[in-house]
Structures are given as structure tokens and as C-alpha cells.
């Protein structure tokens, strides 16, 4: 599953298959945008983005969620060090991970 932001440079989110885990690639300008759109992937893993939706914005530290309003889609056991790339192209950075499911 690709998707593309719509930006003036290619944004890519992508997941791919691995052995017994899941593998996750996406591209953002900065380091920042990279890890927030990581973060949003590992979200997208986890529970189904498309029901939730944006209430109240603030900074907090949380533990579990909600199972009633969160279903859960897989249980992510770890993110793991095999095979992590960051690499940087024509101003981008993209990220490869490994996800052990």
C-alpha cells in the first residue's frame, strides 16, 4: 500500500512484506516529518486510523486506549534494529523499519 502526500516533493509511505513481520518504508523533508510520518504508519498499524478523529490537540504521555472505540488491527511485539535504513535523496530522507508482529 503506497500512499503520496500532496507536497511539492514526493512524500511515500509504504508497507511491505517480511518474513513473518511487517515492513514499513516512508519519506518526509526533514527528520522530524520523518519520525511523525513513521509514527503515523506504526498508528495505522495498530488500530484503524479512518475511526478516529482529531478532538483536542495537546501534549501528553498516555498508556493503553480505549479497545471499545480502538479495535485493534495486530498486536506489534517490537520495532526492530534488522534491517533499519535511514538514507538521504535529493533532500529527502526515507526510512525503512521491521516491525515483529
Known amino acids: 500500500m503506497k500512499t503520496t502526500a500532496p ?3 514526493r512524500m511515500v509511505t509504504e508497507l511491505f512484506n517480511h518474513t513473518a513481520d511487517l515492513g514499513l518504508e516512508c519519506s518526509g523533508s526533514s527528520m522530524a516529518d520523518l519520525l511523525e510520518r513513521a509514527g503515523e ?20 504521555t498516555a498508556e493503553g486506549g480505549d479497545p ?7 498486536e506489534i511485539k517490537a520495532v526492530t ?10 533532500g529527502m530522507l526515507t526510512a525503512r523499519v521491521v516491525l515483529d508482529v
Not at 41 to 60: K, P, S, Y
Open 7 to 9: 507536497n511539492q516533493r
Open 41 to 60: 504508519m506504526l498508528a495505522g498499524c495498530i488500530v484503524d486510523r479512518r475511526r478516529i478523529r482529531v478532538v483536542e490537540e495537546r501534549a501528553v
Open 68 to 74: 471499545e472505540r480502538h479495535a485493534l488491527i495486530r
Open 81 to 90: 534494529y534488522h534491517g533499519v535504513t535511514i538514507e538521504e535523496s535529493r
